[in-house]
């Protein structure tokens, strides 16, 4: 075993997919530290959501390597992954529309993941406390009777991260988590996203300069596929290639 | 706050219970002569698979067009052990083998095929009603799901296994009496199931068996697994990706909808006293998930009346209009598809119940107040 891999939380090597020949993550290698908060950013299309799809196993790799914790997630099924330890949020808030934010939280508790475990599942009251913890987390708590398609688009964002919250993730993989909020609700989603990265490593995609400013300590600029550049905030904001590319328009 | 620990059967939904079990041991009884109670009992036969359905397809989204299928199979296990009871050697003495039953003699078999032979066996009957269409079930749905087939594909799919099937038995004469399917069913042990009396105890053992796997219906939706059928109707991925095997989920409701079929089929067989094709393809298939679709899909109890009063329906219309009758339900589903999509449930949810409470309440108001000792249990 090598001793330095060891020491990330994910390692990303040579990944690559091909979409019919078109290769939409090319020969893509990052590490992501423990309890760090890593940002991904990129113009249109550079293939940000496709590297969380190949992570959390909801695309298959065409080649190469994903490490988390040393285990290789690119032969694990899609739940084997959330057990391992992965969360990931969707870029479209996804959310059970039909079912109570109480029973939104609920479903992602992880307990009872199996049929029988379902049918004998028993709301006791670390579940309830559990939720209610999560709930407050999120600014929902006094929200947890309402039908989740009630909720504006931001609070749908924030009951999605809290759905990962409950799973207590080792990895939280969040794809534009702040899309579509006002600017107040950036704010809190920032302090949010400071308050739950300890104790747990998160990649966060986003667009928003002003809110990567607000959390990144390293960004991962991709760009077709590829890493453009890679480094603090300030170092990539005046890499020229990136200029050229996503920031100087 | 309401979200704290809940029983699997609220008040209302016992009430409901009570009711239709008033209303279809009590209530039909008293008022009709056996004839039309033995029809009653016939649809409510269907009203199993209405039931297995509103999980199934209202809560879960997989539309299956075939559950006629496992209908038949529950059907064809019970008539298979009627048959051979009535097919006793001093019976059949004229047939040229005698102790077959009558169209095996008459397709030129000699002996009973060795799938026939357990048949003999009331327990294994019992067992094979829910046994056989669950493995059926079974194979079919992981074959499906497993590899994510799933919506329109899965119908299609479920349609065709049901033609299949109907084929099959129709081509296979010797083996299961062909078009006209296993008739001239006589006795249960011994017991004469075509007597007034008979049917009258059948009727309520039928109804007993509803309300059982109502039971079973109303705990399954009220569990957490209720819950994630509708979040994986909604959001499968988000299902997936929250640590569950989703496959596996659609797989046993499935596999619950058919087992209520089955029975369905057992119980139609035993009050009707046959069973045939008929009841297995594409159309008996396609108007089982009507019956389901006016009762409202997302209502176990819709699903009963909904069935109960279709079938009524078409007693009454195809008496009197039979080539209009097809056209008739036609219209009836694409009218509650556009305009009531909750179906009967949902008239009755928007319109009357509010009512109702409504009623209740000034009932409450004009006694003099009770204390109160329905504090809020959660701790
Ligand atoms: N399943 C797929 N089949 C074919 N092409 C795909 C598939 N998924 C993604 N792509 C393509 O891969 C490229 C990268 O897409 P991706 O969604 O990863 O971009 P993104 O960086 O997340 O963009 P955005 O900022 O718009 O969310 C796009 O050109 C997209 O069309
Ligand atoms: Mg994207």
Redo the contacts between chains.
Sequence with gaps: MNAIQQDFVLAVEGLTVSFDGFKAVNDLSFYVDENEIRVIIGPNGAGKTTVLDLI?G?TKATDGTIKFRGKELTKM???QI??AGV??K?QNP???????V???L???F?R????FG???????KEV?DK?EEIADLIFLKDD??KQAALLSHGQKQWL?IG?LLI?DPQLLMLDEPVAGMSVAERKQTAELLNKITQGRSVIVIEHDMQFVADIAKRVTVLHQGKVLSEGSMERVQNDPKVKEVYLGH | MSYGMRSFLPKSDAMKILLLAVLIMVVFPLSMDIFRLNLVGKYLSYAFVALGLVLCWGYGGILSLGQGVFFGLGGYCMAMFLKLEASTPEATAIQSTPGIPDFMDWNQLTALPWFWEPFHSLSFTVAAIIIVPVIFAFIISVAMFKRRVGGVYFAIITQAIAAILTILIIGQQGYTGGVNGITDLRTLKGWDIRTDEAKYILYFFCCIMLIGCLFVAQYVRKSKLGRLLVAMRDKEDRVRFSGYDVSNFKIFVFCLAAAFSAIGGAMFTLQVGFMSPTFVGIVPSIEMVIFCAVGGRLSIFGAIYGTLVVNWAKTTFSESFPELWLFGLGALFIGVVLAFPQGLAGLYTTWIEPRLSQWFKSLRSARPPMPSTTADSRS
């Design positions: 959390c909801r099924k899609e739940h959330v057990h969360g990931r969707f996804s959310i059970y529309e039909d079912l109570t109480f029973e939104n609920e479903i992602s992880p009872g993941r199996n049929v379902a049918l004998m599942f028993k709301r006791d309830v939720v947890l009777n999605e759905m799973q």
